[in-house]
């Protein structure tokens, strides 16, 4: 296993730092309450498996940079990020792209502007596009809903292609609150949409955060309706037999990625059900939060 001090992920993640300080990591958002035990397990297990992910919120500074680096710190170690510094045609993702080790393509944002790792119209299109067997892509956006994010991409300016929209496994809203009392912004996860992989009905609601009872609501949950059974996921991190179940993620195509990568080149995979959570909780209780002592206990209780 390499160590954190050569490792690629954790060194680009800390290059998203805008604001000074340290990256936070999945077990600091724990503490926060951005995300509950169930839903981190989820991300992460879905993270482990290869997804797309895209962060959104409405204003700046809400968090969703900070999101996007949590999740990305959560790759396995046969995975890589490689950042889009500018606009580039869908070619380069070919050429770039090494078929032996599943990589995520990252930018910053998805916006207009001169800005490193800033990507709009064509370049955005052609990002956004390139998901396909064993590469991922990964950004932010300003969207506060899945109607707005469907509109700025898929608008006159990205034309984005619905199939393409489809692609993007992940998809994550974040909030700000002011909270009476509390001194600081609290944020919380507030929808969570999988990609089905079809033009029609692109994504499906699987997790959304209730203002009134501060708790994460499921889609097997009555409010919500019939959905996915997410608690296979949220119980596991590896990548074993349960890869390319519609149970949990419907977007079949992209997230059997890495395991057909893994199960020709022999890599084993996760452990028990029940692991992801209990690993999360022992984090959490013995405050493991820098980014790279989360990954590296990650790393060391899955081995890959």
């Known amino acids: 296993m390499i160590t954190m001090g050569e490792d690629q992920v954790v060194r680009e993640v800390n290059a998203l730092n805008q604001r000074g300080g340290r990256m936070l990591s999945i077990v600091d958002l724990l503490l926060a309450g951005t995300v509950d035990l169930r839903l981190a397990a989820y991300l992460m297990g879905a993270v482990r498996q290869g997804a797309s992910i895209i962060c959104c919120a409405g204003p700046g500074g809400t968090g969703k940079t900070t999101l996007l680096g949590a999740l990305l710190g959560l790759l396995p170690e046969s995975g890589e ?3 889009v510094e500018s606009a580039k045609p869908l070619e380069w993702y070919d050429e770039e792209w090494n078929r032996e080790v599943p990589t995520w393509f990252l930018c910053h944002e998805l916006g207009p502007g001169p800005w490193h790792s800033y990507l709009w119209g064509e370049g955005a299109r052609a990002f956004l596009s390139m998901p396909k067997q064993g590469r991922f892509c ?56 999988v990609g089905t992989g079809e033009s029609h009905g692109t994504h499906r609601l699987i997790c959304r955060w209730d203002a009134n009872t501060d708790k994460f609501i499921w889609s097997d949950d009555s409010d919500i309706g019939q959905g996915a059974q997410t608690d296979a996921v949220a119980d596991s991190v ?44 022992r984090l959490l209780d013995e405050r493991v939060l820098a980014i790279e002592d989360v990954r590296r206990e990650i790393l060391k209780s899955y081995g890959t």
């Open 81 to 83: 990020i490689k950042i």
């Open 138 to 193: 990964a950004t932010t956006v300003h969207a506060d809903d899945l109607g707005e994010l469907r509109r700025l991409l898929m608008g006159p300016e990205i034309a984005l292609a619905a199939g393409d929209f489809a692609k993007l496994d992940l998809v994550i809203f974040i909030r700000a609150l002011r909270v009476q009392g509390a001194i600081r912004w609290q944020r919380r996860v507030t929808q969570v949409h």
């Open 238 to 281: 590896g990548v074993g037999s349960g890869v390319g179940s519609r149970s949990w993620l419907p977007n079949l195509g992209m997230l059997t990625t890495r395991a057909r990568w893994e199960q020709g080149k022999g890599v084993k995979g996760g452990p028990s059900k029940r692991s992801g959570k209990e690993l999360l909780q």
